[in-house]
């Protein structure tokens, strides 16, 4: 008899975008002279940048000749892309070796498969509202799970407690879904309580791109001694519109040491490495090649102006909702808006009303655990033109 997991008997049925797309279809279906306009998705628009493709269609044809033809490469990604991240991480300030970064198929794996170097017998501090992939895979392994609550109270940005002991701690920085980020001094306060209590900080950065003062960290590691206690994620679909082309990197470094419950000091690097060479098989050469000239000199800035168009279209959200009095958060670091439903609407009546009303479609807060009922996530990764549409139809149909 072949016993499944029954930890997986405790994982919430998902129906958050099926819901939604469930509700977009039958209101397509009833209105069909109506225009929808979709500012819920959390995937990018714009095309790769022209470099990307160029380096990408290069190593394309170097597979076809002999001569540079590429079979299995190294399991934690080649050293051109390590050279490449090095530099990029320098330009924030941020010393890395380049055997401390390993190249991966995106954040959500790797935020998934991290969970193999820590034991099943560590409480997890999650975030609340977060992204799901945290919660999951934990609930997946059977962990003991707590949360902390993000609210307006604290900007969405929750902060350590002295009397909660956690032994791994998902942090999200600019976070989605609610767009806030953690200044410098609040990492500090975070990686203080990492240290005094011998926990793991998971950093995930997917959105450090989108940081715009020079104040806001795009990496944990510019906290002084976070070498000592944080893995940092980060990846290249919203740097870089890779969400379908695949690729991320984790930096896991060697400063890092814990105990197993027998007391055995390990390397986390080495484990993670050791992790990747067994069930990892790299990500393919042709992709690392177009990840590599992201973090070129011109890479980085056709990269910025798709960042920069979001950026925009985020700034025509936040105005409007500044017209009708809406109070949100994120947006400025974030492609994410994080609105206060109006008129005490939960998440889901809020959701009704633009979809019905307004043919505008988001996403309820309440999907991202429950501190997030009574918010709604509206994103800036559409078109020009149906971001200022949307937009209009919301100032419009909110005015008293
Ligand atoms: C916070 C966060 N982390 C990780 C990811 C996953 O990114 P990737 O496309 O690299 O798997 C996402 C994607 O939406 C995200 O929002």
Redesign the pocket.
Known sequence: MAFVNENYCNLKESFLFADIAHKVSAYAEAHPDKKIIRLGI?DVTLPLAKCVVDAMAKAVAEMGVQSTFRGYGPEQGYDFLHAALVKYYASFGVTLESDEIFIS?????D?ANITDIFSNANTILIPDPV?P?YLDTNIMCGRHIIYMEGKPENDFLPMPDENVKADVIYL?SP??PTGSAYTKEQLEEWVAYALKNDAVILY?A??EAYVTDPAIPRSIFVIEDAKKCAIE?C????TAG??GT???YTVVPHALVRKTESGKEMELNKMWLRRQTTKFNGVPYIIQRGAEAVFSEEGIKQCRESIAYYQENARIIMEGFDKVGIKYYGGVHSPYIWLQCPDGMSSWEFFDFLLEKLQVVGTPGAGFGKMGEGFFRLTAFGSRENTIEAMERIINGLKK
């Open positions: 959390g198929d995106g954040a959500k794996s935020c992204y992939v999200c976070n989605n995930d997917a959105y994620l990846s290249l679909s919203k890779f969400t695949r690729c991320g």
